[in-house]
């Protein structure tokens, strides 16, 4: 059972570092040059923000279930093997996502209303923010799979 519950909170990490990183790049400047990368921020990104929400609440939902099995089983072996930086970066994750989740309403409320300037400004940057607390999130999360599946 956890490790399907790993494999779905692994996917919906993907689908939500997806959406974000699409809508991020789409905040940013058009470019003139017709670009792989000005290819990849022309979308609508407003049609991203109901599902960064949605993904981040349901991943993070998920990782709250995965999160008993984590201090039962993963951070006894890290601990033992003296990797207190893995211990830490973990709770950096921790602290991240909670301020994602507190990030969401503000996140939401900026991208459901037409802005003028500065409500563009405060669209870009809580994008921004989320997009480095994902990407924290998902890299950090692999990585200590990674190890724990390393000393079994």
């Not at 905040?27 to 003139?32: L, M, N, P, V």
């Not at 089983?73 to 909670?98: M, Q, S, Y």
């Not at 500065?118 to 480095?132: C, D, K, Q, S, V």
């Amino acid at each position: 059972m956890i490790t399907a519950l790993l494999i779905l909170h692994g996917l919906l990490a993907v689908a939500l570092f997806g959406a974000i990183t699409h809508q991020a790049f789409a905040t940013g400047r058009t470019a003139t040059k017709r670009s792989f990368i000005a290819r990849y921020r022309a979308v609508a990104a407003s049609g991203y923000a109901n599902a960064v929400v949605v993904l981040f609440i349901v991943t993070s939902i998920g990782g709250a279930m995965l999160y008993p099995q984590y201090r039962l089983d993963i951070r006894p072996t890290l601990e033992d093997l003296d990797l207190r930086a893995a211990n830490g970066v973990f709770e950096i994750k921790e602290h991240l996502a909670a301020i994602g989740l507190g990030l969401l309403p503000a996140y939401w409320f900026f991208w459901r209303q037409p802005l003028g300037a500065e409500g563009l400004i405060a669209r870009r940057y809580l994008t921004w923010l989320l997009a480095f607390i994902v990407w924290w999130n998902f890299l950090v999360g692999h990585i200590l799979n990674n190890i724990r599946g390393f000393f079994q």
